[in-house]
């Protein structure tokens, strides 16, 4: 993996999402255990991993939530980066001049030689149906299957504070950037009539993780406050 590992502080493990004043149970869908998954296990660590998407191009977005279907417990994380590359590690693809339809057309094999991999920051694990916010006692095993976490597990695991905490306090990643995008993932998750609570919410829990840096906290909140005004006018 290319990005440092690094560790959390004590802080981000004492309050798993379990003690939230909501339910934050997250719901099983139906036929769930069944159904297809975006991307395989490539590398695992205890706070990353890579997976090869099923599909060229095919990767989760940038903030998705994700599960991994692994033992001894299913592994919850956030896809912060996406790749596409030849599989010979010393051959980078050359360019032609011409479009990926034209290209599928007259030379189809190159597209053989490409991959797409996603990296993924781990959140946390579910304990039975309970969304933990620590790191899990093992890692994801290598050709575990991932999955995108539904609308009623997106907004399980969007319904703690310490989703935040975690997200600011993770090391050598685009923190910012990342917090926005799960932020957005999350309004997505919720009825238009209950986005102005939940930003109201995030806003004040982020004053108080970052009261200490006026200008990021400011900018953080205006772009949040920014995504949900263009969601609503969707």
Same mark, same amino acid.
């Given at each position: 993996?290319?990005?440092?590992?690094?560790?959390?502080?004590?802080?981000?493990?004492?309050?798993?999402?379990?003690?939230?004043?909501?339910?934050?149970?997250?719901?099983?869908?139906?036929?769930?255990?069944?159904?297809?998954?975006?991307?395989?296990?490539?590398?695992?660590?205890?706070?990353?991993?890579?997976?090869?998407?099923?599909?060229?191009?095919?990767?989760?977005?940038?903030?998705?939530?994700?599960?991994?279907? $692994? &033992?001894?417990?299913?592994? %919850?994380?956030?896809?912060?980066?996406?790749?596409?590359?030849? =599989? @010979? !590690?010393?051959?980078? /693809?050359?360019?032609?001049?011409?479009?990926?339809?034209?290209?599928?057309?007259?030379?189809?094999?190159?597209?053989?030689?490409?991959?797409?991999?996603?990296?993924?920051?781990?959140?946390?694990?579910?304990?039975?149906?309970?969304?933990?916010?620590?790191?899990?006692?093992?890692?994801?095993?290598?050709?575990?299957?991932?999955?995108?976490?539904? $609308? &009623?597990?997106?907004?399980? %695991?969007?319904?703690?504070?310490?989703?935040?905490?975690?997200? =600011? @306090? !993770?090391?050598?990643? /685009?923190?910012?950037?990342?917090?926005?995008?799960?932020?957005?993932?999350?309004?997505?998750?919720?009825?238009?009539?209950?986005?102005?609570?939940?930003?109201?919410?995030?806003?004040?829990?982020?004053?108080?993780?970052?009261?200490?840096?006026?200008?990021?906290?400011?900018?953080?909140?205006?772009?949040?406050?920014?995504?949900?005004?263009?969601?609503?006018?969707?």
């Amino acid at each position: 993996m290319n990005q440092p590992l690094g560790t959390r502080s004590l802080d981000s493990f004492r309050d798993p999402i379990r003690r939230a004043s909501v339910d934050v149970s997250i719901v099983v869908d139906e036929g769930a255990g069944t159904s297809a998954h975006v991307g395989e296990v490539i590398e695992s660590s205890t706070a990353q991993l890579v997976a090869e998407s099923v599909r060229l191009n095919g990767a989760p977005a940038f903030g998705q939530f994700v599960r991994v279907e $692994t &033992e001894p417990l299913p592994i %919850l994380g956030v896809v912060h980066n996406t790749r596409t590359q030849s =599989l @010979e !590690a010393n051959r980078r /693809p050359s360019a032609y001049g011409k479009s990926e339809e034209e290209l599928r057309l007259e030379q189809p094999q190159i597209f053989e030689l490409l991959r797409t991999h996603f990296d993924v920051f781990v959140l946390g694990y579910l304990d039975g149906t309970h969304p933990v916010l620590a790191y899990p006692p093992q890692p994801a095993r290598i050709h575990s299957f991932v999955h995108v976490c539904s $609308t &009623e597990q997106t907004r399980a %695991l969007t319904a703690t504070e310490q989703l935040l905490r975690s997200l =600011l @306090e !993770a090391p050598g990643l /685009p923190t910012d950037e990342l917090l926005l995008a799960t932020l957005s993932h999350a309004l997505d998750a919720r009825e238009p009539a209950l986005r102005q609570a939940y930003v109201l919410r995030t806003g004040k829990e982020l004053s108080r993780l970052l009261r200490d840096d006026y200008d990021r906290l400011s900018a953080l909140v205006g772009r949040l406050k920014d995504r949900m005004n263009s969601k609503d006018s969707q």
